[in-house]
């Protein structure tokens, strides 16, 4: 244990010791009990040691603790007295008690990899979040985008934002409240510029994409388009592109035609596109095919409502806005326009 002393002038220092321990006494207990205000080591071996933590005791075992924290290992350790009622007293110590401090521990377990993931302080943190979120009433009012619930959870790392998420839905919260704070948390990366290599922000997009609810009405069809734009760029799988082509063509209805314009000079299911004759300024394969794909969910949906107009009206904007493009020549629009005017027949 960790010894006092003062040195010639009169400065207290601290004397590392070792211990020995025997190995039948370093103990890890399962569980703790709870008796009144104190939680107590459920262990055949009687507790020696008293820690006080915002006016909780807990009763552990003195040696396990020493063994493995560096804290506890420099401090000398005095026996109880009435006037705490502890044998040590951590102060300004965050226990997880409030959204805030979790979000902080959590934060710092970012420096903290792989002890902290380890230790399970990741998952206890993201769980306690998950917890402390579906407790709250979440009404439309959680839904705003000047929500602290969305602004406080966006500044996280990605891989802990997903973590958060997951349990989110594993509690069963909403869809467009999960659905909403995927889509802040996406606006706050691309606001800052993207910032990281190509490898990061590929990692970002299918993550993101990976914990979108399946309810349709979960995230807008604006949101969808653009982070099909962001997975052209940065060369995200195929799957994952005809993953958010799919999602697109179930809401197509809500889509604007200046949304539909999809750069075309970016990586389209795995193929280049940079010569010449490629490089127009519009990817109109895209469009088509997420057209494809909204003609099969009305078929399966077997739904005769009024998208099929909307549809149409779009699709007749959108080929009036590609046709200025100067690098798209009159055999491709008019090779476009049959194309997609032959799928809008089928349109209901």
């Not at 710092?108 to 769980?127: F, G, H, K, M, Y």
């Not at 993550?207 to 734009?229: R, T």
């Not at 990817?283 to 739904?303: C, G, K, S």
């Amino acid at each position: 244990m960790a010894q006092s002393g003062r040195d010639s002038d009169g400065n207290n220092l601290i004397h590392n010791q070792s211990i020995i321990v025997p190995a039948n006494l370093i103990t890890i207990a399962d569980s703790f009990e709870k008796k009144e205000h104190s939680w107590f080591v459920a262990s055949h071996i009687p507790t020696d040691l008293s820690i006080q933590i915002q006016g909780i005791t807990f009763h552990v075992h003195k040696y396990p603790l020493v063994s493995r924290c560096g804290y506890l290992s420099q401090v000398e350790l005095q026996p109880s007295n009435s006037n705490l009622g502890c044998d040590l007293k951590l102060e300004n110590l965050p226990v997880l008690s409030s959204w805030r401090e979790t979000i902080t521990v959590l934060r710092s377990c970012e420096t903290l990899s792989p002890w902290a993931e380890n230790l399970q302080i990741v998952r206890r943190c993201c769980d306690s979040i998950a917890r402390k979120a579906s407790r709250e009433k979440l009404t439309g009012e959680m839904t705003n985008e000047e929500s602290w619930w969305f602004k406080d959870s966006a500044t996280l790392r990605i891989d802990h934002f997903v973590r958060i998420i997951t349990a989110l839905r594993a509690k069963g919260l909403k869809p467009e409240i999960i659905g909403s704070c995927i889509m802040y948390y996406a606006g706050k990366w691309r606001h800052e510029g993207n910032v990281g290599h190509n490898k990061e922000q590929k990692m970002i997009i299918e993550s993101l994409v990976s914990i979108l609810p399946p309810q349709k009405e979960a995230v807008s069809c604006k949101f969808l388009l653009a982070m099909l734009k962001m997975a052209l760029v940065y060369s995200a799988s195929p799957a994952l592109v005809s993953e958010l082509e799919k999602r697109v063509g179930m809401v197509l209805e809500n889509a604007d035609a200046n949304d539909l314009l999809v750069p075309s000079c970016t990586r389209d299911q795995g193929k280049t596109l940079n010569s010449p004759d490629e490089c127009t300024m519009h990817n109109i394969d895209v469009v088509q095919r997420i057209l494809e794909y909204f003609l099969m969910h009305e078929h399966e949906q077997q739904e005769q409502q009024k998208s099929g107009k909307m549809v149409s009206k779009l699709l007749d904007n959108y080929l009036a806005e590609v046709a200025k493009d100067p690098n798209l020549s009159i055999t491709n629009i008019s090779s476009s326009s049959r194309s997609i005017a032959s799928k809008s027949t089928n349109l209901p």
